[in-house]
């Protein structure tokens, strides 16, 4: 009898821990342009272990117009996470394609949005490298439409909740000669802002490799639960949120 106890409790906890699992938040997950998902494949593997689902979305970033790498990409996100609260982590051009979409779609699921460096305001840089061949062959028309003129000029301001991480250390001083303002090396702090967003952070990264940096997760996974950032959280508590029970 009491053998059949254990197992009925052990079956009921097993039952209540696959339940809290399928009511877990997901996070669609969408890289940078001239990426591949590969890139995000350590933050996903965090948020998987602080008991997200996710969908990490790879898209042929550099084919096709920015509208249809939007609809396709984010399309197939929030299919993959179906009725759970969905929340947005991009990178960079992932931003843009996210705010096209949301532009457009309505969206019962969305949570909270984080967008690590998005070119709110376009690329100072496409401005001036856009007409070269070799941009174009690298950046593919994705790449053209993110000029300060492009696509951008076109969206609204964002009705959603929404925070934007820029960075302020830059690995390409000859792209950052091309930047007004201070930058990450691709985008500068200015272009990560838009009106109608709820917090904004500035951290110590690289445009290139933000997505890796514990600070950068660490921030993430806070505004995810409070919807704000931590200002002031010091690197080593960083870390520790990151690892978590890892």
């Known amino acids: 009898m009491r053998t059949v106890a254990i197992f009925f409790i052990s079956s009921l906890l097993s039952l209540a821990l696959l339940a809290e699992k399928s009511r877990a938040d997901c996070v669609i997950l969408l890289q940078r342009l001239a990426r591949t998902s590969l890139s995000l494949e350590l933050l996903d593997e965090v948020l998987k272990r602080h008991g997200y689902k996710t969908a990490l979305i790879d898209y042929p970033s550099t084919t096709g117009t920015i509208e249809d790498l939007s609809e ?17 982590v991009t990178h960079s051009m992932g931003g843009i394609l996210t705010r096209i979409w949301l532009a457009k779609n309505t969206a019962p699921t969305l949570g909270r949005v984080v967008m690590m460096a998005p070119p709110n305001h376009g690329s100072e840089i ?4 856009g007409d070269l061949d070799a941009f174009e062959w690298i950046n593919g028309p994705t790449g053209i439409a993110l000029s300060e003129n492009g696509i951008v000029t076109t969206l609204p301001d964002v009705n959603f909740e929404l925070g ?42 690289p445009h290139t490799f933000m997505m890796n940096s514990p600070s950068v997760m660490a921030q993430i996974l806070t505004f995810l639960k409070e919807g704000q950032f931590s200002q002031d959280l010091p690197s080593a508590d960083a870390l520790k949120l990151v690892l978590g029970d890892f």
Do not use: W, Y
């Open 164 to 205: 934007a991480i820029a960075g302020n250390q830059s690995l390409n001083s000859l792209f950052s000669s091309m930047i007004e303002g201070v930058d990450d090396g691709k985008v500068s702090i200015a272009s990560t802002r838009v009106t109608g967003m709820n917090d904004h952070i500035v951290l110590p990264v």
């Open 126 to 129: 496409v401005d001036i490298l």
């Open 72 to 88: 396709h990409s984010l399309q197939r996100g929030f299919d993959i996470c179906g009725a759970r609260q969905t929340h947005i």
